[in-house]
Nanobody
Framework: QVQLVESGGGLVQPGGSLRLSCTAS????????MGWYRQAPGKERELVAS???????NYADSWKGRFTISSDNAKNTVNLEMNTLKPEDPAVYYC??????????WGQGTQVTVSS
């Protein structure tokens, strides 16, 4: 059974940093790519960043330069370093693993709150 488990969310002050981590288990294939999405209240889920098994990264413009995605293929983990957090960054952040065009898995989400 495939599971993605996120950790690292929480409360941080504006300008602060958080590191999200996600570990995938139960996969027999290395994901083509892994990534992070976010969903703010009342809004659709949107891509934050993704990384391929070859290490190519893709960032949504809103977080380019502030967030950094990294992965460890051997451990099936993906991390998201979030710096200079802003009041508009709070959301539930979801980890995802894409094994093919037809097979994608999601974690349960981790809450990020930015407040002074």
């Amino acid at each position: 059974q495939v599971q993605l488990v996120e950790s690292g969310g929480g409360l941080v002050q504006p300008g602060g940093s958080l590191r999200l981590s996600c570990t995938a288990s139960g996969m027999i294939l290395v994901p083509e790519r892994m990534g992070w999405y976010r969903q703010a209240p009342g809004k659709e889920r949107e891509l934050v960043a993704s990384i391929t098994s070859g290490g190519s990264t893709n960032y949504a413009d809103s977080w380019k330069g502030r967030f950094t995605i990294s992965s460890d293929n051997a451990k099936n983990t993906v991390n998201l370093e979030m710096n200079t957090l802003k009041p508009e960054d709070p959301a539930v952040y979801y980890c995802t693993a894409v094994l093919s065009a037809y097979l994608q898995y999601w974690g349960q989400g981790t809450q990020v709150t930015v407040s002074s």
